[in-house]
């Protein structure tokens, strides 16, 4: 799951992980903001889902990894703590994909614990865990002498 986040480079990097040990392509799946009213869902291979996944591509070029590109969007309004983490776990399930790996701190309802819970509760698919990124500073701190 991809969020256009920093947190998206060690997803990519462990989905790529497990998928080079299992020999299998990998379903990345963009999480887009919640469409507009009448709008159409965009699709995977539009300018904005590219634009989210454009951060894992060479993550999987360097591991010569294949892979299909998906879109969830997030859920417009409030429909309860689950309802993101539901409506990726539906796109997820839609690609037959058995294994899913999450940033720990994701987005609201779509963080790692949160879509564990969903998966939990819905019997299904696995979902990995993957580490934040490390803070480092912005700048080299300067000398005061």
């Given at each position: 799951?991809?969020?256009?986040?920093?947190?998206?480079?060690?997803?990519?990097?462990?989905?790529?992980?497990?998928?080079?040990?299992?020999?299998a392509p990998l379903l990345l799946i963009a999480v887009l903001p919640p469409l507009l009213p009448r709008?159409?869902?965009?699709?995977?291979?539009?300018?904005?889902?590219?634009?989210?996944?454009?951060?894992?591509?060479?993550h999987l070029a360097r591991a010569g990894i294949g892979f299909e590109p998906a879109v969830c969007h997030r859920p417009a309004g409030r429909?309860?703590?689950?309802?993101?983490a539901r409506d990726l776990l539906?796109?997820?399930?839609?690609?037959?994909c058995s294994r899913l790996v999450v940033s720990r701190s994701g987005p609201e309802g779509l963080?790692?614990?949160t879509v564990m819970e969903a998966a939990a509760i819905r019997g299904g698919p696995f979902v990995h865990e993957a580490p934040p990124v490390p803070w480092a500073p912005l700048t080299?701190?300067?000398s005061l002498v």
């Open positions: 799951m991809l969020a256009d986040r920093l947190d998206d480079v060690p997803v990519v990097d462990e989905a790529a992980r497990l998928a080079v040990a299992r020999g709008a159409a869902a965009a699709a995977p291979d539009g300018a904005t889902a590219r634009a989210v996944l454009g951060r894992a591509l060479p429909g309860g703590r689950l309802r993101a539906d796109v997820a399930i839609a690609h037959g963080d790692a614990s080299a701190p300067r």
